[in-house]
């Protein structure tokens, strides 16, 4: 018996019923074949109810094109709601009316160059350095104080807190280069209840020329009593002039003690970067003598006129 069908002609013999296409040709061996493998068997679309269920870092259900990153490059990611990653320096991203950034608290960023560029308005910034800092209160503005700011908050962790109107420092910090510290019309810029000042020890004389690097102290003692007038020469430092260190309408402070004996002596010439200066004196007149049998103190205040440079230095001389 032929049973004929759309597509294709089929015969019964017994209890086999054997189909070929119209052509008459066999429909080939996936029509018989126990599996298929879809890779290298056949071709086309696949329907999306019969999408398999995937697992690892990507997972789907079967028969659902919906899916789920669990991580990208072995770190884990929610990519639903707040975005967050894990791992060593791991990133936590959250909405909540403002834009909160947590950060870790140590560590470093890799970059900084498009920092500014990212963050959103000032108005509504919040930068945090983790559970180890305060971070950088609102708001935050753009420029080179935010990453003067991030670098601290994130480096450190250490209580900084950042770019906003007053901040507190705790524990040991140390600034290297210049930190400017403007106050408003209404408060002091700094206030500092418990600092100190360098001081270099010299169980020597002051010798024939002194020199005063204001990069290595303020205040210069010498235990040794003296046996000869001195020069006291003012600079940065070994390698670099005051002149290079301060702007017009700058002042430094220098303090000089000079151990005396019996015989006393005193600082007979006052040099800037090796260039002779004339000291006003308080009372009017510059020391011609030293006091014995004791300490003289000297202190000098200068201050950067032009850009010439021209100084003006206040001297005085203290007896002790």
């Known amino acids: 018996m032929t049973i004929p069908m759309r597509l294709c002609d089929c015969a019964l013999s017994g209890a086999t019923v054997t189909c070929t296409r119209t052509n008459g040709t066999s429909f ?60 060593a320096y791991g990133v936590t991203l959250t909405a909540t009316g403002a834009t909160n950034v947590t950060l870790p608290a140590s560590g470093a960023l890799a970059t900084t160059a498009n920092i500014a560029a990212a963050l959103p308005s000032a108005a509504t910034s919040q930068l945090y350095a983790g559970s180890g800092g305060a971070g950088v209160a609102a708001p935050v503005t753009t420029g080179s104080g935010v990453y003067a700011a991030l670098g601290t908050a994130l480096g450190a962790a250490n209580g900084f807190g950042g770019v906003s109107a007053n901040n507190t420092y705790t524990g040991n910090n140390t600034h290297a280069g210049i930190e400017t510290f403007t106050g408003t019309s209404s408060n002091v810029a700094a206030l500092f209840t418990n ?3 360098p001081a270099t020890i010299n169980a020597s004389t002051l010798g024939a020329t002194l020199s005063f690097y204001f990069a290595s102290q303020s205040v210069y003692v010498s235990t040794a009593n003296q046996t000869a007038n001195w020069t006291v020469n003012f600079a940065l430092s070994s390698g670099a002039t005051l002149n290079s260190a301060l702007a017009v309408g ?11 004996g019996t015989t006393a002596y005193y600082n007979a ?36 006129l032009t850009s010439t440079p021209t100084y003006l230095v206040l001297a005085s001389l203290t007896q002790f």
């Open 28 to 87: 080939g061996s996936l029509a018989t074949a126990n599996s298929v493998n879809l890779s290298s068997q056949a071709s086309g679309v696949l329907q999306a109810t019969q999408f398999p269920a995937l697992s690892g870092d990507v997972t789907t259900a079967a028969g659902s094109l919906a899916t789920t990153v669990g991580k990208i490059g072995g770190e884990s990611v929610t990519l639903a709601g707040p975005f967050s990653t894990a791992g």
């Open 195 to 197: 600092a100190a000042e």
């Open 250 to 260: 700058q002042t430094v402070t220098a303090v000089v003690v000079a151990s005396q």
């Open 269 to 304: 010439a006052v040099q800037i970067d090796g260039t002779a200066a004339t000291p006003y004196w308080q009372g009017g007149a510059a020391p011609a003598a030293g006091n014995a049998s004791g300490y003289d103190v000297y202190t000098y205040t200068i201050t950067k």
